[in-house]
């Protein structure tokens, strides 16, 4: 069963800093690309960031460029994004992509 589990979102004061985690399962991780996924409160969804399959090469949207990273450990099977540098208009529901398997969606919410 090919499943993707994201976790590590939660409440951070603006400024602060948050790790996301998407665990995968089901399918040969190590030849996807991998992306984060965002959906702001009544907003469509917004593309974050992309990591071809073997980590070397990663993109990110104007929005979050230069605050986010994103990485991912082969060995682990797991995707990572980390936010620094929080802003209110970051919090929404982040969901981890690949291809057509999408996670069920971490919360993120920026506020004082």
């Known amino acids: 069963q090919v499943q993707l589990v994201e976790s590590g979102g939660g409440l951070v004061q603006p400024g602060g800093s948050l790790r996301l985690s998407c665990a995968a399962s089901?399918?040969?991780?190590?030849?996807?690309?991998m992306s984060w996924v965002r959906q702001a409160p009544g907003k469509g969804l917004e593309w974050v960031s992309d990591i071809d399959n073997g980590g070397s090469n990663t993109y990110y949207a104007d929005s979050v460029k230069g605050r986010f990273t994103i990485s991912r450990g082969n060995a682990k099977n797991t995707v990572y994004l980390q936010m620094n540098s929080l802003k209110p208009e970051d919090t929404a529901v982040y969901y981890c992509?690949?291809?057509?398997?999408w996670g069920q969606g971490t919360q993120v919410t920026v506020s004082s």
């Open positions: 089901g399918f040969t991780f190590s030849n996807s690309a």
């Open positions: 992509n690949a291809g057509r398997t």
